[in-house]
T-cell receptor
Framework: DSGVTQTPKHLITATGQRVTLRCSPR?????VYWYQQSLDQGLQFLIQ???????AKGNILERFSAQQFPDLHSELNLSSLELGDSALYFC???????????FGAGSRLTVL | AQSVTQLDSQVPVFEEAPVELRCNYS??????LFWYVQYPNQGLQLLLK??????LVKGINGFEAEFNKSQTSFHLRKPSVHISDTAEYFC?????????????FGQGTTLQVKP
């Protein structure tokens, strides 16, 4: 157990729908990162939050959004889902910009 | 912009043989370098990291890597692999001190250890 908790572990939904993925960082970690892992794109950085504020943005689609709440948990919202959004979504956390990221087990999203 | 190239997508090797997984990076600033391992149906686990100091870095499970600034490489090595080392290995780079800390990953190398 890495200490980073992601829910749900698996999610199957239909095109056009909206889902929310949740991440609880390790105790004491202030930064949360979201990554998407797919066969064709590999591990892509989506977005980072630090203590509630957006810190860095990567290849995140406009249909996707995220936020970090006062208790430091984070949610990634995916809307108007397409088949190509099927992927493994990882959350990671770190103390600050300390660079050593601890990853959760991932949420596997299947869009049918 | 930073980037990472893992030169081999798959590396088959027999048990107890040595292995090297190759990684080259591109960055205009000082970097931190990492190797992560992903076992089937699991998340990523940190194997080792280079932040500063000695260019030879030792990690978990008998792995080590050498930072070579002139060749912009960070190859991962293990002198004798086990069946249990079969996994996907990712090299990653971040943009050093004072920055966001986000990691940019290579495409991964699948290590297949055969009996």
């Amino acid at each position: 157990d890495s200490g980073v908790t992601q829910t749900p572990k698996h999610l199957i939904t239909a095109t056009g729908q909206r889902v929310t993925l949740r991440c609880s960082p390790r105790s004491g970690d202030l930064s949360v990162y979201w990554y998407q892992q797919s066969l064709d794109q590999g591990l892509q950085f989506l977005i980072q939050y630090y203590n509630g504020e957006e810190r860095a943005k990567g290849n995140i689609l406009e249909r996707f959004s995220a936020q970090q709440f006062p208790d430091l948990h984070s949610e990634l919202n995916l809307s108007s889902l397409e088949l190509g959004d099927s992927a493994l979504y990882f959350c990671a956390s770190s103390i600050s910009g300390a660079n050593v990221l601890t990853f959760g087990a991932g949420s596997r999203l299947t869009v049918l | 912009a930073q980037s990472v190239t893992q030169l081999d997508s798959q590396v088959p090797v027999f048990e107890e043989a040595p292995v090297e997984l190759r990684c080259n990076y591109s960055s205009s600033v000082s970097v931190y370098l990492f190797w992560y391992v992903q076992y089937p149906n699991q998340g990523l686990q940190l194997l080792l990291k280079y932040l500063s100091g000695s260019t030879l870095v030792k990690g978990i499970n008998g792995f080590e890597a050498e930072f070579n600034k002139s060749q912009t490489s960070f190859h991962l090595r293990k002198p004798s692999v086990h069946i249990s080392d079969t996994a996907e290995y990712f090299c990653a780079v971040s943009d050093g001190p004072g920055n966001t800390g986000k990691l940019i990953f290579g495409q991964g190398t699948t290590l297949q250890v055969k009996p």
